[in-house]
């Protein structure tokens, strides 16, 4: 039982790439959700999903997109990498928030 | 609108002392509140919940929160910290009953143990 796993842990992208987080959970788990920590600022709400197939702005979505196509699985999309997108991103599943061990990524 | 104030980003406690981090909020609506810990290079882990039964939570790791309706405060509290016990802690609220269950974080305050 592995909870929830993100993958990869460690990116470093250029601007302009783009890239694609999973969030994987292994609790069938309705609610899904994708955050960013930085510096000061705790963690913000990027986008999340209360179910297959659905999916839902957060607080910051802009320059994300996300698909939830299996009920397991979680996805973030980056179309166009910025500097400003460089931060922790951490992925959480269920109403009492099972947290991923994060992904660190660079955008230079 | 929702929103958590976590009152000093830094706490300096040494070994054996009170721990005490404050956290107020901000609901329209019955809250739910949360504490989670975190520590370096991990993810997020939930040390307590109130969820509108007992306003006293008694967490993981032998720390409780109170929560006080009057006071709009949420604070953690350990009686005798630990060495362990240095990590960066983010106080949470969420809607009662909300159909999203979306969390809104605070900025979190990073706690150290003197030796």
């Known amino acids: 039982n592995a909870g929830v796993t993100q993958t990869p842990k460690f990116r470093v992208l250029k601007t302009g790439q783009s890239m694609t987080l999973l969030c994987a959970q292994d609790?069938?788990?309705?609610?899904m959700y994708w955050y960013r920590q930085d510096p000061g600022m705790g963690l913000r709400l990027i986008h999340y999903?209360?179910?297959?197939?659905?999916?839902a702005k957060g607080e910051v979505p802009d320059g994300y997109n996300v698909s939830r196509l299996k009920k397991q699985n979680f996805l973030l999309g980056l179309e166009s990498a910025a500097p400003s997108q460089t931060s922790v991103y951490f992925c959480?599943?269920?109403?009492?928030?099972?947290f991923g061990s994060g992904t660190r990524l660079t955008v230079v | 609108a929702q929103s958590v104030t976590q009152l000093g980003s830094h706490v300096s406690v040494s070994e054996g002392a009170l721990v005490l981090l404050r956290c107020n909020y901000s609901?329209?609506?019955?809250?739910?509140l949360f504490w989670y810990v975190q520590y370096p290079n991990q993810g997020l882990q939930l040390l307590l919940k109130?969820?509108?039964?007992?306003?006293l939570v008694k967490g993981i790791n032998g720390f409780e929160a109170e929560f006080k309706k009057s006071e709009t405060s949420f604070h953690l509290t350990k009686p005798s910290a630990h060495m362990s016990d240095a990590a960066e802690y983010f106080c949470?609220?969420?809607?009662?009953?909300?159909?999203?269950?979306?969390?809104?974080f605070g900025t979190g305050t990073l706690l150290a143990v003197q030796p």
């Open positions: 959480a599943s269920g109403s009492s928030y099972t």
């Open positions: 609790m069938n788990h309705e609610y």
């Open positions: 999903s209360v179910g297959e197939g659905t999916t």
């Open positions: 609901s329209s609506v019955p809250p739910y």
């Open positions: 109130y969820t509108s039964a007992a306003t």
């Open positions: 949470a609220v969420s809607r009662y009953g909300g159909a999203t269950n979306k969390l809104i």
